[in-house]
């Protein structure tokens, strides 16, 4: 079955780049997202990538993609206080049923 | 748009008592899903609609649990009887078709059954 993995906890300064990683078991996966999940708030989708993809792009957002050793990860530029929060990875493979990860909680240090 | 709305936002209840959760997806989209978020277990697909129709309801976790989602517009999910382990936050998010990779989340019901 498929099973998305992430470290629970992240901690960074102000200013500093955050690197948020995830690995998944699904090969067949055709999307891999990234969600936010701010304090007693539902998730809100960042950003996504096609699996034929490295790398996406996104103002101060990158996410890259190791299809090979099945491991995405989430890079925040220049962290801000308002960047806490939870981030979700989730996979997917086109239809609906998407499998999310435990979540990594973010706290940014001012 | 005001976007995926559930109510209530925090229900309390005892043991034994049956709870209904609902939810108004975005106007026009298809597919509806119900997830539950607990400490322990992070975030559960429960069950999701494509059409009005269920889909997959095989994470809903046993018989007490049941959703329904009689038109477009609206979906409840219900517990009878409730126990204290379905303590937990209860999404449901909508999605415009198939083919649309973004699930647009509500706010979440906060269940509490003591």
């Known amino acids: 079955g498929e099973d998305v993995e992430q470290s629970l906890f992240l901690s960074v300064r102000e200013g500093d780049s955050s690197v948020i990683n995830c690995t998944y078991t699904?090969?067949?996966?055709?999307?891999l997202y990234w969600y936010k999940q701010e304090p007693g708030a539902g998730l809100q989708l960042l950003t996504y990538i096609f699996s034929n993809m490295d790398m996406k792009q996104d103002q101060r957002l990158t996410v890259l993609l190791n299809k090979k050793d099945k491991h995405l990860s989430l890079r925040i530029a220049d962290t801000q206080t308002g960047d806490s929060a939870i981030y979700f990875c989730?996979?997917?493979?086109?239809?609906?049923?998407?499998?999310f990860g435990t979540g990594t909680k973010l706290q940014v240090i001012p | 748009d005001a976007g995926v709305i559930q109510s209530p936002r925090h229900e309390v209840t005892e043991m034994g008592q049956e709870v209904t959760l609902r939810c108004k997806p975005i106007?026009?989209?298809?597919?509806l899903f119900w997830y539950r978020q607990t400490m322990m277990r992070g975030l559960e697909l429960l069950i999701y609609f494509n059409n009005n129709v269920p889909i997959d309801d095989s994470g809903m976790p046993e018989d007490r649990f049941s959703a329904k989602m009689p038109n477009a517009s609206f979906s409840t999910l219900k517990i009878q009887p409730s126990e204290p382990r379905d303590s937990a936050v209860y999404f449901c998010?909508?999605?415009?078709?198939?083919?649309?990779?973004?699930?647009?989340f509500g706010p979440g019901t906060r269940l509490t059954v003591t």
């Open positions: 998010a909508s999605s415009l078709d198939e083919a649309t990779y973004e699930q647009y």
């Open positions: 989730a996979e997917g493979r086109g239809y609906q049923k998407v499998t």
């Open positions: 106007s026009g989209h298809n597919s």
């Open positions: 699904d090969s067949s996966s055709t999307y």
